[in-house]
């Protein structure tokens, strides 16, 4: 399947929309010195279009662990649940930061399943997170 191109001004347009970070675990551009992935939100290979609708910001982590998922487990019903939409829900609906700012933990059933299916709290982001926090760089407010 060939990919289909971002227009430079479809690219600005949603990285301005993203505020240059991901759509999931929030890492933004300005801390880890990289450009975001663009992601699509219905994956191409399930017939999701390269649309400004379909499109969103996400760190490489996030993209490769989301691969062409749609939705996953709620960890807490067992059911099948879609996963978050960055685009068109609440971050803070979905998800709240631990105490010590270190995890994320989902409080629906999107956040749930995307916590699980995307490893928002794997080993190497949380001990980054302890770091960033003991600076005073971690959690983004919003
Ligand atoms: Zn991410």
Sequence with gaps: MSRAKIS?????????????RCGYCLIGEHLIGIRMEFEHLSPLAKGGQT???????????CNGFKHTQT?????????LTP???????????????????????GVSPEGRATVLALKLNHPMIVVTRKLWVSVGWWPPVD
Excluded at 51 to 61: A, T, V
Excluded at 71 to 79: A, I, K, N, R, V
């Design 8 to 20: 430079a001004a479809l690219a600005e347009e949603v990285r301005k929309q993203a505020q240059f």
């Design 71 to 79: 939705e996953s487990l709620d960890p807490e019903t067992g059911q």
């Design 83 to 105: 996963l978050f939409n960055p685009r068109t829900q609440h971050w803070f609906e979905h998800f709240r930061w631990s105490d010590d700012h270190t995890k994320i933990i």
């Design 51 to 61: 649309i400004e609708e379909n499109l969103w910001l996400s760190c490489r982590n």
